[in-house]
């Protein structure tokens, strides 16, 4: 599909017949007509939405996934006059953006019907994050950035605070919102710097030759600025304050999104600004990059076992879990970027595994504290066993997916020469082995009879309400991949590798930086 | 001196007192509602500013979103909170403000160093004037098409949820089974979040 735009004006530009090349953003069209759907839908009464509002996300989203399958290794073209880039990154991560969202609306609906929330809008408020996020991961310039970055962070704001009758929720909203404005705002100042050093124009493209030429204090100002939201939005330490209330208190299926959709949009953004626009600073960010991800490790992994409630341990997993995929870009080799491709899509299905099973357990029981899943095995075997393989996948144990994720990861850093990030990882790797595992122990160890009041009370076992067959179906289809996926893993390696040899952007910085390392040998 | 150029200076001597002045009543006055009325005259009059500069788009975005949309809120705002109250005395007042209007100072000053020693390229580019509001139009549908529709979704989004977070619906309940609900996590809180710490001082909040 090509547009041609044709425009008459006094004094304009001779911007006459150029190409906008809509077709690149073909899936997140698809996405915005589930999304208008939604709302449409929504009009004819909560039981009308309630009945067709899934199968509309589940076609907006399938077909999103099936456009971006097409688009994928097709000839590059900057669509848009050059504010999006349909490049095989953008893809991957446009398609990881999506597969969470879907995986997470599976698994909210009996969530959100049981809290007696309207449906409709929340499935219309989580596709539009959706939007925001698979427009960050391919947006070139730094207005479309900005924009598609504050309709993700809209979006999530408001979805934190979802469940508006509890507290927490909406100190979780309130904490977002405050703390996500003011990341806003830095990544405007960090934008408006380096719109001033290209002399006005506002391309990434622009801004990259601007900053070979310039070494002022103002481009370190600015790589700070723009570092410092990048870091926000993946949740890297000392920017993580905001995660664990925020991870408390929102919705569960919005906190699945969050860890998985926007830290994947937050990862592409970071690939697109800092190894697209500050190769010249290389060094520099890949120094600060290394102490983020040492403390995104250490402390996510550190903390993350003093916890008593399962949300929060995995908010501060989720913390660690970044920093190992900060180790991928910290590389900057052809290996660093496909391990860090593949290790989200690997986070993607064991993530939201566990998620699904938690929601599962706190629907049945109204629980989240780890402590409550004492003895869980004897009542509930699914759950037992499905947190338990997603479980054992994040903490990398090795017939997991999770395991391939992080070797991968590890091998990357260790061919680059990054020992103090691999050595880090490791052993942070088995300091959440050991949280990881005592959850599984608290649900399998237990006798009967030291099983908790609240499994003591287990409700008998049913699937029949709307709404518990596709939380069902997430839930096996994600531990089926985790568990299965790790020994089949080869399809995905390839899928990683082709996505980082589809992408100029990223060859051209392996060039760079293997001619720098040639010079230098 | 040409009777332009008088017209400009008297204006913008004019503006510039307005401004100032309002901007000192906003900080100084002890009443927030002719805080908030100064307000919009700062804002009123830096947009009269913009037009000086040739710049009538920004000077009716300034009118439209300042004036119309930010300070009608801080006015609703303070409004909606209409909470008579004696404050507490605050200890070391005069010394807190010796201390923040030494910061101020500090501040102005540095700015008046970057204003005297940077080499300003004067005279500057010529203003578009009226050409101004074309020329951003075109932008609008050219290069910055993506994130121009995309802003719609986004606004769009906030007012749908803004609705929805502010909607009272009182009675709500399950739609499948049609059991009472509350509208909150379905995790429910044994150890309060919120409990857990300490009260909260609360003079904070009545200082804000």
Not at chain 1, 132 to 149: H, P, R, W, Y
Not at chain 2, 73 to 99: C, D, Q, S, Y
Request: glycine share 8%.
């Amino acid at each position: 599909m090509t547009v041609f735009c044709t425009l008459a004006g006094g004094g304009a530009p001779a911007i006459t017949a150029l190409q906008l090349n809509a077709g690149a953003i073909a899936p997140e069209s698809a996405v915005l007509v589930a999304l208008l759907a939604c709302l449409l839908v929504d009009l004819a009464g909560e039981e009308a939405a309630s009945r067709w509002v899934p199968p509309i996300c589940y076609g907006g989203l399938g077909t999103a996934l099936v456009l971006l399958a097409l688009q994928w290794n097709a000839p590059l073209e900057p669509s848009f006059l050059g504010s999006f880039l349909a490049d095989n990154l953008a893809i991957a991560f446009r398609g990881v953006v999506a597969a969470s969202t879907l995986l997470s609306l599976l698994i909210s609906w009996r969530y959100v019907e049981r809290s007696g929330t309207p449906v409709g809008e929340y499935a219309a408020i989580l596709l539009a994050a959706t939007l925001g996020a698979m427009f960050l991961c391919g947006a070139t310039d730094l207005v479309s950035i900005f924009i598609s970055l504050e309709t993700l962070s809209v979006s999530s704001y408001l979805l934190s605070g979802y469940m508006k009758r509890d507290a927490r929720s909406g100190e979780a909203a309130l904490k977002y919102l405050l703390v996500g404005s003011a990341a806003a705002a830095v990544f405007l100042y960090g934008a408006s710097l380096l719109y001033g050093l290209t002399g006005g124009e506002t391309s990434l493209e622009a801004v990259g030759v601007a900053l070979q030429t310039s070494a002022t204090p103002v481009t370190a100002l600015a790589l700070v600025f723009v570092l410092a939201t990048v870091a926000f939005k993946i949740a890297a330490v000392p920017f993580h304050q905001w995660t664990p209330d925020v991870y408390e208190g929102s919705p569960t299926p919005v906190v699945a999104f969050l860890s998985v959709g926007s830290k994947a949009a937050g990862f592409a953004l970071a690939l697109r600004l800092l190894v697209g626009c500050f190769e010249s600073f290389d060094a520099q960010w890949k120094v600060l990059f290394t102490v983020l991800a040492v403390l995104s490790m250490t402390l996510g992994n550190v903390v993350a076992l003093a916890q008593t409630s399962m949300k929060r341990m995995l908010a501060y997993s989720s913390i660690g879990q970044a920093g190992f995929v900060m180790i991928g870009l910290v590389c900057g080799t052809e290996d660093g970027y496909a391990a860090m491709v593949l290790y989200m899509a690997a986070y993607l299905f064991m993530n939201l595994g566990a998620f699904a099973c938690i929601i599962l357990f706190s629907l049945r029981t109204g629980s989240d504290r780890i402590s409550d899943y004492a003895g869980l095995y004897q009542k509930d075997p699914l759950i037992t066993l499905g947190l338990s393989l997603c479980l054992l996948s994040l903490g990398g144990i090795p017939p997991m997916l999770g395991f391939f994720g992080k070797i991968y990861l590890f091998f990357a850093g260790w061919a680059d020469q990054q020992y103090l990030l691999v050595v880090v990882g490791l052993i942070t790797s088995v300091v959440s082995i050991y949280y990881y595992i005592s959850v599984i122990k608290m649900m399998v160890v237990k006798e009967p009879q030291e099983a908790s009041d609240v499994v003591k009370a287990y409700p008998e076992i049913s699937w029949s309400l709307t709404g518990m067959q596709p939380l069902r179906a997430a839930l096996v289809g994600c531990v089926l991949v985790t568990a299965i996926g790790g020994i089949l893993s080869n399809p995905l390696f390839t899928w990683a590798n082709s996505a980082v040899a589809g992408t100029p952007m990223l060859q051209h910085a392996i060039a760079a930086s293997e001619s720098a390392v040639a010079a230098l040998g | 001196m040409t009777i332009a150029s008088v017209t400009q200076l008297i204006c913008f001597v004019a503006l510039s007192l307005t401004l100032v002045l309002g901007a000192l009543g906003v900080v100084l006055l002890p009443n927030i509602v002719y805080s908030a009325f100064l307000l919009a005259g700062v804002f009123l009059s830096v947009a009269g500013l913009y037009l000086l500069l040739n710049a009538s788009f920004v000077a009716a975005a300034q009118v439209l979103v300042y004036v119309g949309a930010v300070n009608v809120l801080i006015l609703f705002a303070i409004m909606l909170v209409n909470k008579k109250e004696a404050m507490a005395e605050i200890p070391g007042l005069l010394l807190r403000r010796v201390l923040s209007g030494a910061v101020c100072l500090g501040l102005f000053l540095l700015l008046l160093r970057v204003d005297l020693t940077t080499p300003w390229a004067v005279p500057g580019p010529t203003p578009l004037g009226e050409d101004a509001t074309t020329l951003i139009g075109i932008h609008l549908f050219s290069d910055y098409l993506l994130p121009f529709e995309l802003a719609s979704v986004l606004l769009l989004m906030a007012m749908i949820g803004a609705i929805v977070l502010a909607r009272r619906d009182v009675y709500s309940s399950d739609v499948i089974t049609g059991e009472a609900a509350d509208q909150g996590l379905i995790e429910k809180e044994r150890t309060p979040l919120l409990l857990e710490s300490p009260p909260r001082d609360t003079t904070l909040l009545e200082k804000v």
